[in-house]
């Protein structure tokens, strides 16, 4: 039997619809979500997605401006510039771009966004908060998987969770939202030994390695829920296509639903980062 896909980019343009009302609310107090997106260096896929974040804020009717720096900048201009963001009443939401180049201390600037502004999530603060169970900012991609779940009715309670990925921006916060949720979690890595014995027991499967086809129905158990998170570009003699960290074609006849790359996580963390940033500004109407 071959799994159901979850349309990513259904689910995102639904969302997308909802925000306009709550946008629309926002104006009504004369209020209007801005979000900073701050962009250091020339890297290519960086590039893309912070015009792709800008282009959303625009569609959905949130004000954005976008901060470029070479990536020889001092890192003191660019904290300066979050000090300034961070008292500037135009901006709710505050985001910057990862990977930094590394003269940045990559800790000192995610900690140096006011913790109110900090719709990514990676502030030390609200990842307490969120590990306690009270999240403030939920990250985008992790939240954008548990809407996708919530979409398709799958129970987590009790059930078998396994993400592979222990990265701050995905596998950490994926973990914590599937454990707040009362799911059984065990969190592994592309260093995993017997890696397959862990994924076979996970009734929901996450994958988040950045690499591409690793995960194989081999490694799925029958009737799965399988979300892959990777977006990886294969090589120019492979085509040079996305391609995620599921074996899609093989693992679709095992599992009972899958995400397919690209068209399934992927639109739907822009989507929550437009919902953090709409929720920032919201937030600042009833203080
Ligand atoms: N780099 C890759 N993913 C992300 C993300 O969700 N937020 C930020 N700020 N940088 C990223």
Redesign the pocket.
């Known amino acids: 039997m071959s799994a159901e896909s979850i349309d990513g980019k259904a689910l995102a343009e639904e969302l997308r619809a909802g925000f306009k009302a709550r946008v629309a609310a926002l104006a009504a107090h004369g209020q209007r979500p801005g979000l900073a997106v701050i962009l250091v260096g020339e890297d290519p896929a960086s590039q893309v ?1 912070v015009r792709n974040k800008v282009n959303a804020c625009e569609a959905a009717g949130i004000f954005s401006q976008k901060l470029v720096y070479p990536a020889d900048v001092d890192p003191a201009t660019v904290l300066a510039k979050i000090a300034a963001l961070n008292a500037d009443p135009a901006i709710h939401g505050i ?4 990977p930094l180049p590394r003269q940045f201390d990559e800790k000192a600037v995610l900690e140096a966004i006011a913790p109110a502004k900090d719709v ?1 999530g990676f502030h030390a603060e609200n990842v307490g908060a969120l590990a306690q169970g009270n999240p403030r900012f939920i ?3 992790p939240y954008g998987v548990m809407k996708m779940l919530e979409k398709h009715g799958v129970e987590l309670v009790g059930r078998e969770a396994v993400v592979i990925g222990r990265s701050n ?1 995905v596998g950490k916060p994926m973990a914590l939202l599937l454990i707040n949720a009362g799911a059984t979690v065990t969190v592994c890595n592309s260093k995993t030994r017997d890696l397959a014995a862990h994924t076979r027991r996970a009734d929901i499967l996450v994958a988040a390695v950045g690499k591409p086809r690793f995960v194989t129905a081999a490694m799925v158990k029958p009737g799965a829920v399988v979300i892959d998170v990777g977006i990886n570009r294969l090589p120019a003699d492979e085509g040079g296509k996305l391609c995620g960290d599921v074996d899609f074609a093989a693992v679709k006849e095992v599992a009972a639903l899958i995400t397919p790359v690209p068209g399934g996580v992927g639109p739907m ?1 822009i989507t929550m980062l437009l919902a953090n940033t709409i929720e920032a500004a919201e937030r600042e109407i009833r203080t």
């Open positions: 997605y985001l910057v771009q990862l990514d990250p985008c991609t921006i963390t």
